[in-house]
Nanobody
Framework: QVQLVESGGGLVQAGGSLRLSCAAS????????MGWYRQAPGKQRELVAT???????EYADSVKGRFTISRDNAKNTVLLQMNSLKPEDTAVYYC????????????????WGQGTQVTVSL
């Protein structure tokens, strides 16, 4: 129905940068919200950043000033630019989108990407 393809993860030294990308395809009418979550070993999944249809953004306190979330509406893509990376940023990062399935749909449905590993070394 809806497929999300993530890319951009990898290994980087502390202080370096990575850019994550998540492209949505399939059958949906519109995207209500997009976001990124992450899960480190032994920890619960946490919100990193979100952007909603109005363009408003929200960030976890731990990444404010370092990460930037943006979207490309023409490509149904959400990006996460990660700068000044720290070892504590090491985690599997998951893309999340909330879609309206069709023009007649009343409800919104969330979808998750497959996850991409980000590893930050000292």
């Amino acid at each position: 129905q809806v497929q999300l393809v993530e890319s951009g993860g990898g290994l980087v030294q502390a202080g370096g940068s990575l850019r994550l990308s998540c492209a949505a395809s399939g059958n949906f009418f519109s995207i209500a919200a997009m976001g990124w979550y992450r899960q480190a070993p032994g920890k619960q999944r946490e919100l990193v950043a979100t952007i909603i249809s109005s363009g408003s953004t929200e960030y976890a306190d731990s990444v404010k000033g370092r990460f930037t979330i943006s979207r490309d509406n023409a490509k149904n893509t959400v990006l996460l630019q990660m700068n000044s990376l720290k070892p504590e940023d090491t985690a599997v990062y998951y893309c999340n989108i909330i879609v309206r399935a069709s023009i007649s749909s009343t409800y919104l449905t969330p979808y998750w990407g497959q996850g991409t590993q980000v590893t930050v070394s000292l």
